[in-house]
């Protein structure tokens, strides 16, 4: 029997182009809230004995989280041999300690409850920190899909001489990895974080690179204020305009409008969250990843 793919809301795009790279069938359930905002699922699909994929990425996961339980605890009441779960962006991975005492450590407490969900995870690109691996957190089998090639072949067809910046030494050996596939130079900058919507960064002397284009590459924009903060520096530094590169396209707010009107050249992303920047298809290694799993 093919595996089925079941997309949450608005995942609809990513569980189709799933199904044509393992060769599955995308399976139906009716989803929707009730006037209070609950959530209600209705599994239409027959799942017995086949292997079902959920199809949910997980930005803004407070309102997905029930629904994405419901739906895996269904599609297990009604027989389905395994349950996987494909979600490209991976959330709650930046609280990854208790920086002050009695904060919740969200990275762990989030990972113990996805990990009933699902008999197993792919995800892209987690933000991985000070938890180095998922399965430090995560307690079934995970994959993780590596955006940096898509990344790199992106950058060396679409930018004329990039120079390649990534925003925190944390970032050396991504960047790093990107720059080597683009054959191109790539420096890191340093960044201070005051809170959660405030960061500081500097650039290291570039000089020498004035008739490169940077490209800042990160795994995140969030807020923005990183790739904002380090427009403004190269700037400063009469650098030309910048592209800006990120696997997960969160823009919390009005982040979005804040970098355009900071002015990059452009902004490019992958597709593991829907957003009209989305320029790097990442959905054929996610599904290499799901057949090493199925
Ligand atoms: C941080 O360590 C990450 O790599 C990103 O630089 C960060 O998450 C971007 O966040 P924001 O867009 O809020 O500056």
Redesign the pocket.
């Known amino acids: 029997m093919k595996p089925l793919i079941l997309a949450l809301p608005a995942n609809e795009n990513l569980a189709a182009r799933i199904a044509l790279g393992i060769q599955g069938e995308v399976g139906q359930a009716e989803f929707r809230r009730f006037p209070d905002d609950e959530s209600y699922v209705r599994l239409i699909s027959e799942v017995e004995g086949r292997s079902v994929v959920l199809a949910a990425t997980l930005d803004r996961p407070d309102s997905k989280f029930v629904q994405l339980a419901l739906t895996s605890a269904i599609v297990r009441e009604n027989g389905a041999k395994r349950v996987g779960l494909a979600a490209p962006y991976l959330p709650y991975m930046r609280q990854d300690r208790s920086f002050k005492p009695g904060e919740a450590m969200s990275a762990r407490i989030f990972a113990h409850y996805l990990s009933g969900m699902a008999d197993w995870l792919v995800t892209v690109d987690p933000?991985l920190?000070r938890i180095e691996r998922l399965s430090e957190v995560y307690n079934m089998p995970t994959q993780v899909v590596h955006a940096s090639s898509s990344i790199a072949r992106w950058i060396a067809k679409e930018v004329e001489r990039p120079l390649l910046i990534g925003?925190?030494e944390?970032?050396l050996q991504w960047t790093k990895l990107v720059a080597d596939e683009v054959k191109a130079p790539f420096v890191v900058s340093r960044k201070h974080r005051t809170d959660d919507r405030h960061?500081e960064i500097s650039i290291p002397d570039l000089r020498q690179w004035k008739d490169r284009t940077p490209v800042l590459v990160?795994?995140?924009?969030?807020?923005?204020?990183?790739?904002i903060e380090t427009i403004n520096r190269l700037q400063e530094a009469g650098m030309k305009r910048p592209w800006c590169v990120a696997t997960h396209a969160v823009f919390a707010g009005q982040a979005y409008h804040h970098l355009r009107l900071a002015g990059p050249a452009g902004i490019a992303t992958t597709n593991t969250i829907t957003h009209e920047t989305n320029a790097i298809d990442i959905s054929a290694p996610i599904s290499e990843q799901i057949l090493n799993l199925i």
Not at 218 to 227: E, F
């Open positions: 933000h920190h925003p925190d944390e970032s960061v990160d795994d995140v924009i969030s807020t923005g204020r990183t790739m």
